[in-house]
């Protein structure tokens, strides 16, 4: 099995920063795509940023400028920096991962269990 742990959420005020990480591990042959999700109350989830195995990334509209994604591949490790928070930076985040497992020819999709970012004064 796969797990993915998040950390770095918490209360920011406006205009703060947060670093959010999520570590992968279990049994792992390879991760393709990582990425972040957010979910605010009563809105579906969306897209955040995104980051391929070869390092390209995809960022959401609303957070391009202010929100960098990155990645460790020696530790399986994905990072949201986020800087200039707004209120409506709101939610839940979580992390994402396509994962092709040892003795596997399939690419498994996960999700960590995520971690609440509040930005309010």
């Known amino acids: 099995q796969v797990q993915l742990v998040e950390s770095g959420g918490g209360l920011v005020q406006p205009g703060g920063s947060l670093r959010l990480s999520c570590a992968a591990s279990?049994?792992?042959?390879?991760?393709?795509?990582m990425g972040w999700y957010r979910q605010a109350p009563g809105k579906e989830r969306e897209l955040v940023a995104v980051?391929?195995?070869?390092?390209?990334?995809n960022y959401a509209d609303s957070v391009k400028g202010r929100f960098t994604i990155s990645r460790d591949y020696a530790k399986n490790t994905v990072y949201l920096q986020m800087n200039s928070l707004k209120p409506e930076d709101t939610a839940v985040y979580y992390c994402?991962?396509?994962?092709?497992?040892?003795?596997?020819?399939?690419?498994?999709?996960?999700w960590g269990q995520g971690t609440q970012v509040t930005v309010s004064s």
């Open positions: 980051i391929t195995s070869g390092g390209s990334s």
């Open positions: 279990g049994s792992i042959f390879s991760i393709n795509d």
């Open positions: 994402n991962a396509d994962v092709r497992r040892r003795s596997s020819f399939y690419n498994y999709n996960y």
